[in-house]
């Protein structure tokens, strides 16, 4: 009877140990998937962020980039079929079930300077509104908003005369712009920034934290360099 029960104390003993190395290699392995899924969203979001700025156009309507020190805005390019369209992107940072995240919205395709003027409008009440966005895909005024990953804050600096500057708003000038024509693109950015800086303070606690920059600058300031 004394060796069935250190027998069975054994048994208890070794499932016991067993288990627990389950259950730490099931959350390593849980923790590698949240910090794959963290970094390949990162990492879609900055290339989707160097596209938006890359394809930027100036129209005489509306600012290519305005940062007003909560949303960012920019007019863009956007190939549809064999014609050229317009799109109106917003970033910004708001609550998506419950979480602060780093959000990217886009307008429809725009052809007409009417849709692009209420397209610019609809960004910026997108971005004022408070509402809670329970779904990473969302339709919002129009167009869609994707969550690109959790944020505590981001910034912003432009480049200007050899030095970068915090900025509290970017605007064109407004000069040497040409009328916006249907299904045509303005490929001017003489008005738009030198280079852009990008700040974001990921959180700590999650699967990615600290700070990250990215640096892009003006392909048109680069070659008059």
Known sequence: MV???????????????????LDAMLRVAQVTRDSSASIGGLQIGLAQW???LDRLVETPDVNALDW??????????????SAEALLVVAWTLRSVAGSPQWVRWQSEPLSQRTELINAWQQAAVWAQTDRDERDDNTAASGGSAVAVTPLSSWQ????????????????????????????????????????LRLLLELPSGGALSGSLRSDWFNPASVVMR
Do not use: C, K
Not at 3 to 21: H, I, K, P, Q, Y
Not at 68 to 81: I, N
């Open 50 to 52: 160097a596209v938006d």
């Open 3 to 21: 060796e069935v029960l250190v027998a069975l104390s054994l048994m208890a003993l070794l499932a016991l140990m067993s288990w627990r190395g």
């Open 156 to 195: 912003l600096a432009y480049y200007a005369n050899g030095q970068w500057v915090p900025s509290n708003t970017l605007v064109g000038s407004g000069g040497g712009r040409r009328a916006l024509q249907a299904n045509a693109v303005v490929a001017n950015l003489s008005d738009t920034p030198e280079g």
């Open 68 to 81: 007003d020190g909560h949303v960012l805005r920019m007019v863009r390019s956007s190939p549809v079929g």
